[in-house]
T-cell receptor, first 110, second 118 residues
């Protein structure tokens, strides 16, 4: 079935460094969503992208949807301790089921 | 506005025992989801309701899992009997819209029920 590959699985950064996670699909996606899950918490919706080449920003977060609608990225500039958590991409499959990536865990080095 | 409410937050049971989880979605939300999340993984859909109708239960292990959403509002998920491999977090989520609509993909999650089967 349809699936999305999310990389890396983990990323360790110093506070103030940038962070990027990528989602890649072998098939064209109709849309992609990004969620954040804090440690011990539940997923929280961040954004949805639907247009080819779309770029959206939320403060230090930049979300991109590829021209071919087969990949997406989330970039965080100058990470802060509040950014710690796991970032998931998800897309709506043809049967409207939301298919989730495995997530990228952002870890701030002490 | 109250968020998605789930209970209990934690449950510890012995294998072969039954267990039930309850979810009250955000008021007015038409679509309700039950997910299972294992440690270090993304949520996996168990069942999706649109109003009171189960429209996607293809991932629900029907030999031991059952769910209902009476009157299209709150929902219960039951496991009987529980197995060791059922230990996980069970998440309930809701979204305002129906499939294909503009607000469908923005899902609001409850805090989850952490199930431990001994």
């Amino acid at each position: 079935g349809q699936q999305v590959m999310q990389i890396p699985q983990y990323q360790h950064v110093q506070e103030g460094e940038d962070f990027t996670t990528y989602c890649n699909s072998s098939t064209t996606l109709s849309n992609i969503q990004w969620y954040k899950q804090r440690p011990g918490g539940h997923p929280v919706f961040l954004i949805q992208l639907v247009k080819s080449g779309e770029v959206k920003k939320q403060k230090r977060l930049t979300f991109q949807f590829g021209e071919a609608k087969k990949n997406s990225s989330l970039h965080i500039t100058a990470t802060q301790t509040t950014d710690v958590g796991t970032y998931f991409c998800a897309f709506s499959a043809s049967n409207y089921q939301l298919i989730w990536g495995a997530g990228t865990k952002l870890i701030i080095k002490p | 506005e109250a968020g998605v409410v789930q209970s209990p937050r934690y449950k510890i049971i012995e294998k072969k025992q039954p267990v039930a989880f309850w979810c009250n979605p955000i008021s007015g939300h038409n679509t309700l989801y039950w997910y299972l999340q294992n440690l270090g993984q993304g949520p996996e859909l168990l069942i999706r309701y649109e109003n009171e109708e189960a429209v996607d239960d293809s991932q629900l292990p029907k030999d031991r899992f059952s769910a209902e959403r009476l009157k299209g509002v709150d929902s219960t998920l039951k496991i009987q009997p529980a197995e060791l491999g059922d230990s996980a977090v069970y998440l309930c989520a809701s979204s305002l819209g129906l499939a294909g609509g503009p607000s469908y993909n923005e899902q609001f999650f409850g805090p989850g029920t952490r199930l431990t089967v001994l």
